[in-house]
């Protein structure tokens, strides 16, 4: 079946720009996440979705970082004001946690350019 | 906080050598460790994972074993080839709900020369 997918995979943008990220989790996973990778970082994690429950916004590096899941499905990550410190691929990962293992399935990634 | 350690960031073997990738972890309240492989300008591909009861887990050429208790996993790749050259990361999920989003660590460049 499909998996994650994200659009667009790069977008290039300009300083002060705001950019929406998508991610299109595997149909029927209740839980989602939003990680970040920079260079010389790492991945880190950003936000977590789980069903109705309130998101775990924890991982947010600022209040200009925002995200949504419209009806248990499809997020979008928005970036406020970008600026160059925001360029990184940014990750999109579901899981069915009423499963054992509780794998975590990750996207292509979006690569984000700020310039 | 989980922390998560790879040492060395960066490994180059002759082609045909076994070889061992550490993963150190700080916190053992783990629900379970998965070990991803990313190929350069590409996302990640779930190679294992190891349950918190396990021990190991197996595929193919590739072993990963597990001691909670110590905060340590190890990938065990046998029979190396320039295929595998790649970044491999091991990364951690918490026990539930919030803790579920997984730690990672930094990652290891692997180079297996021809």
């Known amino acids: 079946g499909a998996g994650v997918s994200q659009s667009p995979s790069n977008k290039v943008t300009e300083k002060g720009k705001d950019v929406e990220l998508r991610c299109d989790p595997i149909?029927?996973?209740?839980?989602l996440y939003w990680y970040r990778q920079s260079l010389g970082q790492g991945l880190e994690f950003l936000i977590y979705?789980?069903?109705?429950?309130?998101?775990?916004k924890s991982g947010l590096p600022s209040d200009r970082f925002s995200a949504e899941r419209t009806g248990g499905s499809v997020s979008t990550l928005t970036i406020q004001r970008t600026q160059q410190e925001d360029s990184a691929v940014y990750l999109c990962?579901?899981?069915?946690?009423?499963?054992?293992?509780?794998?975590?399935?990750f996207g292509p990634g979006t690569r984000l350019t700020v310039t | 906080k989980q922390e998560v350690t790879q040492i060395p960031a960066a490994l180059s073997v002759p082609e045909g050598e076994n070889l061992v990738l550490n993963c150190s972890f700080t916190?053992?309240?783990?629900?379970?460790l998965q070990w991803f492989r990313q190929d350069p300008g590409k996302g990640l591909t779930s190679l294992l994972l190891?349950?918190?009861?396990?021990r190991e887990q197996t595929s193919g050429r590739l072993n990963a074993s597990l001691d909670k208790s110590s905060g340590r996993s190890t990938l065990y790749i046998a029979a190396s080839q320039p295929g595998d050259s790649a970044t491999y990361l091991c990364?951690?999920?918490?026990?539930?709900?919030?803790?579920?989003?997984?730690?990672f660590g930094k990652g290891i460049t692997l180079s297996v020369r021809p």
């Open positions: 990364a951690v999920r918490g026990m539930t709900g919030a803790n579920s989003k997984l730690t």
């Open positions: 149909s029927g996973h209740t839980a």
């Open positions: 979705f789980q069903g109705n429950s309130a998101p775990d």
């Open positions: 916190d053992s309240a783990i629900y379970n």
């Open positions: 190891i349950q918190s009861s396990q």
């Open positions: 990962a579901s899981s069915l946690l009423k499963t054992g293992e509780l794998e975590q399935y």
